[in-house]
């Protein structure tokens, strides 16, 4: 008997303080369930603000070495666009059209859908080369699959027939 009333004893003197630490851990087991199962749903819903630029660069093949050629490209914003460049140079900038060793690349601007269809026409040494291509475009988001921006980016090989 002794130890029954040591242990209702023992209780009734600390019965509130596990009552509150029971109920603390209870409430902390619901709020960890609640997260687990609202979480996801959370997650889709955010989105960062990175930025992106997308674009097409032209790669020529047979262009003889050291030798200016002109690149214009048509309906990339629904206008023509044109470039010089000389053959090994490489001015590459991040915003607007640039040379690239053997070609130029042309920026999209995020969210612009890209033209299905380009028309490209390089001179050299006053011959015309044109060609029209359907790119195969890459689609970036940055910030998730439901986020904007979207970017779109393409790789063009034209080779010259001398």
């Known amino acids: 008997m002794a ?3 040591q242990v209702m004893s023992w209780w ?11 109920s603390s ?3 902390i087991c619901l709020a960890i369930i609640a997260l687990r199962l609202v979480g996801p749903r959370l997650g889709e819903d955010f ?14 093949e047979g262009l003889p070495d050291a030798t200016v050629y002109e690149l214009d490209i048509r309906n990339l914003h629904g206008m023509k666009q044109s470039i010089t460049c000389k053959v ?3 001015e590459f900038q991040i915003l607007g059209d640039s040379c690239v060793p053997n070609g130029a690349a042309f920026t999209l601007n995020q969210d612009e859908v890209p033209p299905e269809e ?14 029209v291509f359907r790119p195969v475009y890459d689609k970036f988001r940055p910030n998730g699959e439901d ?3 979207v970017c779109y980016s393409a790789i063009i ?3 010259l027939s001398q």
Do not use: H
Request: net charge positive.
């Open 3 to 5: 130890l029954g009333k």
């Open 147 to 149: 986020c904007p921006p």
């Open 157 to 159: 090989t034209m080779k």
């Open 47 to 60: 989105c960062t603000l990175v930025g992106c630029l997308g674009g097409i660069q032209i790669i020529v």
């Open 12 to 22: 009734s003197k600390y019965k509130k303080a596990w009552l509150i630490l029971a």
């Open 118 to 131: 380009i028309t490209v026409t390089i001179t050299v040494e006053e011959k015309k080369f044109t060609k």
């Open 25 to 27: 851990f209870a409430l």
């Open 88 to 90: 090994g140079v490489d």
